[in-house]
């Protein structure tokens, strides 16, 4: 079954920089496409990142763009993220998944999630 293990995160100060990382199992990584999520207390999981399976081609939601990097690694089944000038309004905990580009929206099509990492980003 799908495994999905998250680390990498931590309270950093405003402008400063994280790399979240993921290490997938349970399918054959280098065929799907990969993603990050957050979700903040009470609210459900946002879309943050995806990656496609090659690696060619990224995707971010407005947000994050030009801050925010997602990469791959298929020899290691890992997806990273890396995170530089991060702003409080990026406290959250991250997932990552396998995703599909389905309606308009980048979704999670495994049903199973991980932990997450919390990052916090104090001001």
């Known amino acids: 079954q799908v495994q999905l293990i998250e680390s990498g995160g931590g309270l950093v100060q405003a402008g400063g920089s994280l790399r979240l990382s993921c290490a997938a199992s349970?399918?054959?990584?280098?065929?799907?496409?990969m993603g990050w999520f957050r979700q903040y207390p009470g609210k459900e999981r946002e879309f943050v990142a995806a990656?496609?399976?090659?690696?060619?081609?990224?995707y971010y939601t407005d947000s994050v763009k030009g801050r925010f990097t997602i990469s791959r690694d298929n020899a290691k089944n890992m997806v990273y993220l890396q995170m530089n000038s991060l702003k409080p309004e990026d406290t959250a905990v991250y997932y990552c998944?396998?995703?599909?580009?389905?309606?308009?929206?980048?979704?999670?099509?495994?049903?199973?999630w991980g932990q997450g990492t919390q990052v916090t980003v104090s001001s």
């Open positions: 349970g399918r054959t990584f280098s065929n799907y496409n």
């Open positions: 998944n396998f995703v599909n580009y389905d309606r308009a929206y980048w979704r999670a099509d495994s049903g199973s």
């Open positions: 990656i496609t399976w090659s690696g060619r081609s990224t």
